[in-house]
């Protein structure tokens, strides 16, 4: 069987010293993030899960992670399932969109920077979800995947994916983060957005493209400006953060208002997924 594309975005890079799989979605009821995380360096390992439901807003960590050094094997047959602990889902995925790939050729291939990804946008997922012994429904409700890998997290950076908009089949995300250069105490600033509404998608890299964050977790502000003239604003506004540690911060139930131009195109009202890892050495 020739491997799918989004299976070929979640294959293992065994060299990475630190490597993350995750996927985030969005229900009327219940929002959750699940990390898969190989330490090489430390030879750790880690599943973390984040909930937002009527139980609760609760961050944990299983206490025995099953072992993904070559990654999450029920990611890549598009069907995760969790039966233990307080959080526990059984979940189908089908891909809505394209895998996207943002580099800067060929400074990544050279490993100037911290760390590369790769990402699917916009997921459909169904099955359901139990947080402390309430269950929730998931039926044909919006999310997304990625991986990344590299030689340690980036010195900071601003996350936001978004795919619930009434108004219209819209899907964000963007991230905006400052890197160090060949592990050195010189960094960069670094960053993409990919915007798809209905069947057209566009996709920006920072640079060339300016990506600029200013505001705090609280409210924040992005803009995007590309050579082609294309331009864009997303202002996010973020509640009931969890403490993901490593300096991170992340809510899945934050408001953002997408712009292009001049023109409001559409607003996630409680759906938008805003991160912040403030800055470390």
Known sequence: MVPSAFARMLTSRPSAKLEY??????APKVALLVDWIVRRAAGTRDLRISIHSPAGREVLFAPDPPDVSNGPPD?????????????????????????IRPQIFPL????????????????TFEGRIEHRGQQFEIRADKGMASHYWGRGLPREWWWISANQFPEADIAVECTFLRSH???????????????????????VISPPARLAVTGSPDYFEVTVSDPSGFRARLKCAGREYGDLGDGIVNTLVGDLDLWEGETLLARAWGTAALERRASSS
């Open 21 to 26: 799989w995750f996927f985030k979605l969005n």
């Open 75 to 99: 990611l890549a047959s598009r069907h995760t399932r969790w039966a233990d602990g307080p959080v526990r889902w059984d979940l189908a995925l089908t891909p809505a969109s394209p895998v």
């Open 108 to 123: 990544e291939q050279l490993g100037v920077f911290d760390m590369s990804l790769v990402s699917l946008p916009d997921i």
């Open 181 to 203: 250069l060949w592990g050195s105490s010189f960094g960069v600033s670094l960053g993409y957005f990919f915007f798809r509404n209905g069947p057209v998608a566009r996709q």
